[in-house]
C-alpha cells in the first residue's frame, strides 16, 4: 500500500505561485488514481485536483480550474500541484492520496477514507500579505 510524504508549501503573497511535491512509497505508484486534497483551519478537508494512474484527463475543483495544474512522474514516485496565482482562501494544509476512480468527482480511495493514519504529515501553504 501507497504513503507518501508531502514537501513544498511554504507562506506566499496573493498572486504567488508554489509547486508541492509528494513523494509515494510501498507500492507501484502507477496502479492507482492520485489526489491532492487540502485542509484549512476549521473546515473538513476537500479535494484540490486528482490524476489517473497513466496521467489522463484530470479533475480540478472549481476553485482551482485554471490555476493549478496536477502531474505525476510514475518512474520517481512522484505526484507535482504546480499551483500559480494563489489566493488567500487556498491556505490550508495539502495531502495527497490514493483515489477512488472518478469522472466528475473524486474522492480518497477506501483505505484512506477509513483510516486516517493511512494520511501523511501534509505541507502547509499559506497566502497572505
Same mark, same amino acid.
Given at each position: 500500500?501507497?504513503?507518501?510524504?508531502?514537501?513544498?508549501?511554504?507562506?506566499?503573497?496573493?498572486?504567488?505561485?508554489?509547486?508541492?511535491?509528494? &513523494?509515494?512509497?510501498?507500492?507501484?505508484?502507477?496502479?492507482?488514481?492520485?489526489?491532492?486534497?487540502?485542509?484549512?483551519?476549521?473546515?473538513?478537508?476537500?479535494?484540490?485536483?486528482?490524476?489517473?494512474?497513466?496521467?489522463?484527463?484530470?479533475?480540478?475543483?472549481?476553485?482551482?480550474?485554471?490555476?493549478?495544474?496536477?502531474?505525476?512522474?510514475?518512474?520517481?514516485?512522484? &505526484?507535482? &500541484?504546480?499551483?500559480?496565482?494563489?489566493?488567500?482562501?487556498?491556505?490550508?494544509?495539502?495531502?495527497?492520496?490514493?483515489?477512488?476512480?472518478?469522472?466528475?468527482?473524486?474522492?480518497?480511495?477506501?483505505?484512506?477514507?477509513?483510516?486516517?493514519?493511512?494520511?501523511?504529515?501534509?505541507?502547509?501553504?499559506?497566502?497572505?500579505?
Amino acid at each position: 500500500q501507497l504513503y507518501f510524504v508531502e514537501s513544498g508549501g511554504d507562506l506566499v503573497q496573493p498572486g504567488g505561485s508554489l509547486r508541492l511535491s509528494c &513523494l509515494a512509497s510501498g507500492d507501484t505508484l502507477d496502479d492507482y488514481p492520485i489526489g491532492w486534497f487540502r485542509q484549512a483551519p476549521g473546515k473538513e478537508r476537500e479535494v484540490v485536483s486528482c490524476i489517473s494512474s497513466r496521467g489522463g484527463i484530470p479533475f480540478y475543483s472549481d476553485s482551482v480550474k485554471g490555476r493549478f495544474t496536477i502531474s505525476r512522474d510514475n518512474a520517481k514516485n512522484t &505526484l507535482f &500541484l504546480q499551483m500559480n496565482n494563489l489566493r488567500p482562501e487556498d491556505t490550508g494544509l495539502y495531502y495527497c492520496a490514493a483515489t477512488a476512480p472518478f469522472q466528475s468527482t473524486c474522492v480518497p480511495n477506501h483505505r484512506f477514507q477509513r483510516d486516517s493514519g493511512s494520511w501523511g504529515q501534509g505541507t502547509q501553504v499559506t497566502v497572505s500579505s
